[in-house]
């Protein structure tokens, strides 16, 4: 007869590992928390969230989510790479006044580096516009980020929403059409590559 083994037995969320994770390298690899799991090979794949306010320490911006996916992990150490980002409902609502019109284009692009995202663009008028001036704003919006798309690549693509010189670089162009008080890029998303199953998002620990 075999002798039962004697021991105590590791809890299993003790027998895990925490991982720090950071953002990518052009938001100066921030730390925006902890996830913990069985292996370094567990956490590839998982998605995590901070505002931007949390990223560069700037409270101005905590109404912009940003969203990463962890690529590589190296000790304990998780770095990822943007998938997208979201601005809060209440940030949204700010901006809508009346007698004036909100006008949302939901635009695809390529980078130069392959990578295919979806933008959504919000336009905020100064006045309530009509039918063909809503029409004009928006084939005006598509033109101008699919021509520029063409010399971005994924790094110049996440600057450009977060510093927002795309918007302002949009804003030049469709006040030329009708007067318009913000463009703001509240949403992208970058589509996974061909075979990419979706992963599990990650509440991540907050940093301390």
């Known amino acids: 007869m075999a002798k039962k083994q004697v021991g105590r037995r590791v809890e299993g969320w003790k027998a895990k590992s925490w991982f720090k994770v950071h953002t990518p390298e052009n938001l100066g690899k921030a ?3 902890d996830t913990i799991a069985n292996d370094a090979e567990s956490v590839v ?12 320490n700037d409270y101005a911006k905590q109404h912009i989510k940003m969203r990463f996916r962890v690529a590589t992990v190296t000790g ?6 943007f998938v997208g980002h979201e601005v809060t409902r209440d940030y949204m609502r ?8 909100r006008i949302d284009c939901i635009i695809p692009i390529v980078t ?12 905020y ?13 928006r084939n005006a919006i598509a033109a101008n980020v699919q021509a520029q798309a063409q010399a971005w690549d994924m790094n110049t ?3 450009g929403i977060v510093n927002g010189e795309i918007s302002r670089d949009i804003f030049k162009v469709v006040k030329t059409l009708y007067p318009i008080r913000r463009i703001e890029i509240i949403k992208s998303k970058v589509e996974p590559a061909p075979g990419t199953a979706p992963a599990p998002e990650a509440a991540a620990a907050p940093a301390v």
């Open 31 to 33: 730390y925006i928390g």
């Open 45 to 56: 794949g998982r998605i995590m969230q901070a505002t931007l306010g949390e990223i560069t």
């Open 76 to 81: 304990d150490a998780a770095y990822t790479e």
């Open 94 to 101: 700010s901006l809508i006044k009346r007698r004036s019109t």
């Open 112 to 123: 130069k580096d392959g990578k295919k995202v979806r933008l959504t663009i919000s336009c």
């Open 125 to 137: 008028t100064l006045a309530r516009a009509n039918v063909s001036q809503i029409h004009a704003i």
């Open 157 to 159: 693509l996440v600057n």
